[in-house]
């Protein structure tokens, strides 16, 4: 028998939500001490728990989980397929009043997303803006103000979505998130698939060459803000390749020594800055932002990364290598010769669980500079 606080430690639940549920009836527990009132579960009354918590996440009432709990499988599929209509409606209704709020807000734009992106973009070359540019802040003016000079009132950009480093390759070439022609950054979107025009102008002057940019933000994107002029210095006028532009590269060209202890399918469940620090509790019920679905590691050194692309999952066969220095930051490394990147590894056993934490080096690593997140791994289930 599980005392109520281990058994709400397992469940991930309070010992607050069991005693609620005891008291709807749902999930009384085995025994209670007469004398101290203390309760006990059973431990196999977990399942019943995640059952009642995952229907109470897919929009049932309680009164409608007991009854889920209590009948045959024939009533809880006509049951699940009332609440799968129910929520349909709700959807749709749901769209209709946010058509008619997006109507109604003082705050929206007077071009819409699809007036903004553009789908093909001309190349006219512009040689001077070739190689680094290097963001000194924001310009401090209206966001409708004509197009401002570098010595307009500067202070620092605040925004995350905002580039500290940007590089023009030649042709226009896509560097990144962005592509380029004469007088227009585009930031390259999926969502929706198109070109977001960035307007810029030169300025030459005598402390060097200067570039006044109207930039649109996430927020901007979405609506919910203005646009922001941004102000670069042009840090290095040469015609890198693709490749030079990388800010970090990592060595990849390791020997490969199997690691018995990786071997097998991880199931990817939650992304942290900081394996040392990461809890069960920050593992999310469900979350659909996960780029990495799974990795699977095999004798001969292949690490097979299964990925989301255009909706559908897609398999990349990369290396991988166990460090044997002690002094290394983890414990081995996903390869990727092509990218020139080596991703760390590092299992972690977190309340009697062990995790598998893998770097994922992004355009933000190799072109930003920035630390890479961590994904988080499980095993998957045999």
């Known amino acids: 028998m599980l005392k109520i606080s281990e058994f709400a430690r397992i469940g991930h639940v309070s010992t607050q939500t069991l005693r609620y549920y005891a008291a709807e009836g749902l999930l009384c527990p085995d025994v209670v001490d007469p004398v101290t009132g203390y309760r006990f579960y059973a431990p196999e009354k977990i399942e019943t728990l995640h059952r009642i918590q995952t229907y109470k996440n897919a929009g049932f009432s309680l009164e409608e989980i007991k009854e889920l709990l209590s009948c045959d499988v024939p009533r809880q599929d006509v049951m699940i397929s009332r609440k799968r209509e129910e929520i349909h409606r709700s959807m749709k209704n749901l769209r209709g009043q946010l ?33 680094i540019w290097e963001l000194c802040g924001r310009l401090t003016v209206p966001a409708d103000a004509p197009f401002p000079d570098y010595t307009a009132p500067l202070e620092a950009s605040q925004q995350e979505d905002v580039f500290e480093r940007l590089v023009f390759l ?84 390791l020997p490969t020594v199997p690691d018995p ?101 992004s355009g933000d690593y190799i072109y930003g500079g920035r630390k890479p997140i961590w994904y988080v791994f499980r095993r998957a289930a045999v």
């Open 170 to 253: 030649q042709g226009g070439t896509p560097w990144w998130r962005f592509c380029w022609s004469r007088g227009v950054l585009y930031w390259i979107s999926d969502m929706p698939r198109g070109l977001l025009p960035n307007p810029y102008r030169v300025w030459e002057t005598e402390r060097g060459r200067y570039m006044t940019v109207r930039y649109y933000t996430t927020a901007s994107i979405n609506r919910f803000a203005d646009p922001i002029w941004l102000l670069y210095r042009q840090t290095k006028h040469v015609a890198l390749s693709e490749e030079e532009s990388h800010l970090f590269v990592d060595e990849t060209n």
């Open 99 to 131: 058509s008619r709020l997006e109507s109604l807000s003082s705050r929206k734009k007077p071009l819409e997303l699809r007036d903004i992106f553009t789908k093909d973009a001309a190349f006219e070359d512009h040689p001077e803006v070739l190689g």
């Open 261 to 361: 202890d990786v071997i097998g399918t991880w199931e990817s469940v939650a992304l942290t800055w900081d394996p040392d620090t990461f809890t069960r509790q920050e593992i999310p019920k469900s979350r659909t932002d996960l780029w990495i679905l799974e990795l699977t590691f095999t004798a001969e050194n292949t690490c097979i990364r299964r990925v989301t692309k255009d909706d559908r999952a897609v398999d990349w066969i990369l290396s991988y290598t166990r460090y044997d220095s002690p002094d290394a930051e983890g414990q081995g490394a996903i390869l990727n010769p092509g990218m020139r990147l080596a991703e760390t590894y590092r299992l972690r056993d977190v309340d009697g669980i062990v995790f598998l934490f893998v770097q994922h080096k």
